[in-house]
């Protein structure tokens, strides 16, 4: 399939992180530049709880609420010029981009001895995805998600890949509605895509 071509609501956008059995060295994320590359490292999906871990096997993040802006966000600087009733603006050098993530919180999902539970701060650099899709995969299974033929490629989609980490979560108890997290994945590499399958 290709690209998104018409506007719509992304509401089939998922987030995943790849958990192969074997965790990815400094120098094999470094090697990863290609859509194929990231591509293959999403081939079977796998459960937080009691799933394992195998060749190319990810998980999709459960529950998201709302995603952030993806991409590196613009570091402008205005320049007052002596004489001049505007500034100029020049670009300055770009910070890595934030990323928090709201989900609905179910604690079972990401509690200690979880595959999502233990990469809270564990600092291990992983690969994520992020699949814009404004309808839902006709695939079925463990493929249904996945990055390789036909998984997601059932309908029109984007992909975004980066190296990054889980870094934080925290939980926001509601007394009126479901319960949120907030969850912080830090920017390693730069972000990768847009690719489709």
């Known amino acids: 399939m290709a690209h998104i071509t018409s506007i719509g609501a992304g509401l089939f956008t998922n987030l995943a992180v790849a958990e192969p059995a074997t965790p990815l060295t400094a120098n094999d994320i470094a090697a990863l530049d290609t859509g194929s590359e990231f591509q293959a490292l999403f081939a079977t999906a796998i459960n937080s709880i009691g799933g394992t871990p195998s060749t190319n096997t990810f998980i999709l993040l459960p529950n998201i609420r709302e995603l952030p802006p993806i991409g590196t966000p613009p570091n402008i600087v205005n320049v007052p010029v002596y004489g001049s009733k505007t500034s100029q603006q020049v670009q300055g050098q770009a910070d890595a981009p934030s990323f928090e993530l709201t989900l609905n919180f179910v604690p079972a999902e990401w509690a200690d001895a979880t595959l999502l539970g233990d990469m809270v701060g564990d600092g291990q650099v992983r690969i994520f995805r992020m699949a814009l899709m404004n309808s839902e995969s006709t695939g079925s299974g463990a493929t249904k998600w996945a990055s390789t033929a036909p998984g997601i490629g059932t309908v029109a989609n984007t992909q975004y890949y980066w190296a990054g ?31 489709t399958i």
Request: charged share 15%.
């Open 165 to 195: 980490k889980i870094e934080a979560l925290q939980i926001q108890p509601q007394l009126g509605d479901a319960n949120t997290a907030t969850v912080t994945l830090s920017v390693q590499s730069r972000i990768f895509g847009g690719y």
